[in-house]
């Protein structure tokens, strides 16, 4: 099993930053892809980013050049630095822990008014 905590979330002015970090616990592996998602109301959840065990990255077009993943293997967290916040990313966002299958955190609400 695997746990994760979300941390970070906040409300913030449109053009802010915001930094979220998640800390993993149980029974770990390194090669596992750790990810970002959110779910606005009324929508399904998106990925925002992932990183894989090797530090490969991913996102989505309407957050790249924005936001940044990155992960400490030996603090077993992952980050995601959010700069240029927008309305539209306004939601609740998930850590995602991916090895053989998918594990979630409880979600962190991130607010940015406009």
């Known amino acids: 099993q695997v746990q994760l905590v979300e941390s970070g979330g906040d409300l913030v002015q449109a053009g802010g930053s915001l930094r979220l970090s998640c800390a993993a616990s149980?029974?770990?592996?390194?090669?596992?892809?750790l990810g970002w998602y959110r779910q606005a109301p009324g929508n399904q959840r998106e990925l925002v980013a992932h990183?894989?065990?090797?530090?490969?990255?991913s996102y989505a077009d309407s957050v790249k050049g924005r936001f940044t993943i990155s992960r400490d293997n030996a603090k077993n967290m992952v980050f995601l630095q959010m700069n240029s916040l927008r309305p539209e990313d306004t939601a609740v966002y998930y850590c995602?822990?991916?090895?053989?299958?998918?594990?979630w955190g409880q979600g962190t609400q991130v607010t940015v008014s406009s």
């Open positions: 990183i894989t065990g090797g530090g490969s990255t």
């Open positions: 995602n822990y991916r090895w053989e299958r998918d594990y």
């Open positions: 149980g029974r770990l592996v390194r090669l596992a892809v």
